[in-house]
């Protein structure tokens, strides 16, 4: 696969994260999609197949009223890409953590994506 096709396909589900369209997000993810979430280094959340990966979306809508990923910098190799990401998200309900509806998140980090028959097969996202 390209550079240049894995490069547009990571965009668009990006855009689609962005403007949190969860049908628009998968319909770049295989079937047998893998997220994992990793926080200080470990796994804090993990899904398998696509189905469960819709419902962790979903989920993971609700608590933003809005949510920007952008890329600062992208690496391919292979089948893989790294993605350097800056993060930004206000929440629309308070969190068990303290955090409170309204306030806002920033974060830096960095999403590794694997692409098999043109489609997502591996999300992990590092921060």
């Known amino acids: 696969m390209s550079s240049d096709l894995t490069k547009e396909i990571i965009n668009k589900y990006i ?73 930004e998200g206000v929440l629309a309900a308070d969190l068990p953590n303290g955090m409170k509806a309204g306030d806002k998140i920033r974060l830096q980090g960095k999403s590794v994506f694997q692409i098999k028959d043109d489609k997502l097969v591996l999300i992990e996202d590092y921060s």
């Open 15 to 87: 855009e689609a994260y962005n403007a949190f369209d969860t049908e628009g997000m998968a319909r770049f993810l295989h079937k047998d999609i893998v997220f994992r979430n990793f926080s200080n280094g470990e796994v804090n959340t993990e899904t398998n197949g696509i189905e469960e990966f819709r419902e962790l979306s979903e989920k993971s809508a609700q608590m933003f009223s809005s949510r920007c990923q952008t890329i600062t910098s992208y690496i391919a190799i292979d089948d893989k890409a790294e993605v350097q990401i800056d993060y």
